[in-house]
Each structure stands twice: as structure tokens, then as C-alpha cells.
């Protein structure tokens, strides 16, 4: 399985981006999915999953009510549509997925679950 992510790219704070994973040589509704961010001399953080199956989601507290994670599992694809960006929304966002989906709910925000990773997309707002 591959994960493929694009979309980044250099916005103004108030802007919105749509980033995608697409998944190759798997199929995206029986994982586990989910969205990290690392900014500049930090960690990685949890941002966005999707469970697989049903598709319930999960938010990191920042980006409630901004951030929607979703697929389209006949397009084998993932999206983070991000709105009302804000600089600290800086960072290079990786798609994960979580095979089989062996994660509970309250375990989705951990990195260590995910066993495949894309290789990330920047994503810059400026103030």
C-alpha cells in the first residue's frame, strides 16, 4: 500500500486548502485513517482521522469546527478540506493509514497505530 498526498501550498491566514491522499494498491475503506502535521522544530501532531468502515471522525481541539477529514472510497481518496487557516496551521501534513484497522477510538490520535505513511505535503500560512 502507498499513500500519495498533494495540495499544500503557500496561503494567506483566513484561507482555505484542500489537501488529498490518495491510497494505491489497498483499498481506503477498510483502514483506518488520519491526518498529522509537523511543524518546524516541533513534533508531529495528531490532526484529523476517519475510521474505517462507518467513516465516524475524530479532531484534534485546535482544528474543531475548521478541519473536516472525509473519503471517497470510490476514488480511493482522502481530503482534508482546511478553512479559516491560521499561521499556526504551518507545517508538512502526512496522510497515515491504520492496516487492518486494529485502533480503538480513543486511539486514533497516535501515531504509533498507522503502519503506512505519504510523504507529506507542505502547508505555509502567512499572517
Known amino acids: 500500500v502507498q499513500l500519495q498526498a498533494s495540495g499544500g501550498g503557500l496561503v494567506q491566514a483566513g484561507d482555505s486548502l484542500r489537501l488529498s491522499c490518495v491510497v494505491s494498491g489497498g483499498t481506503i475503506g477498510h483502514y483506518n485513517m488520519a491526518w498529522f502535521r509537523q511543524a518546524p522544530g516541533k513534533e508531529r501532531e495528531f490532526v484529523a482521522a476517519?475510521?474505517?468502515?462507518?467513516?465516524?471522525?475524530y479532531y484534534e481541539d485546535s482544528v474543531k469546527g475548521r478541519f473536516t477529514i472525509s473519503r471517497v472510497n470510490a476514488k480511493n481518496a482522502l481530503y482534508l478540506q482546511m478553512n479559516n487557516l491560521k499561521p499556526d496551521d504551518t507545517g508538512v501534513y502526512y496522510c497515515?493509514?491504520?492496516?487492518?484497522?486494529?485502533?480503538?477510538?480513543?486511539?486514533?490520535?497516535?501515531?504509533?497505530?498507522?503502519?503506512?505513511w505519504g510523504q507529506g505535503t507542505q502547508v505555509t500560512v502567512s499572517s
Open positions: 497515515a493509514a491504520d492496516r487492518p484497522p486494529v485502533a480503538i477510538y480513543s486511539s486514533l490520535p497516535n501515531g504509533r497505530v498507522y503502519d503506512v
Open positions: 476517519i475510521r474505517a468502515g462507518g467513516g465516524s471522525t
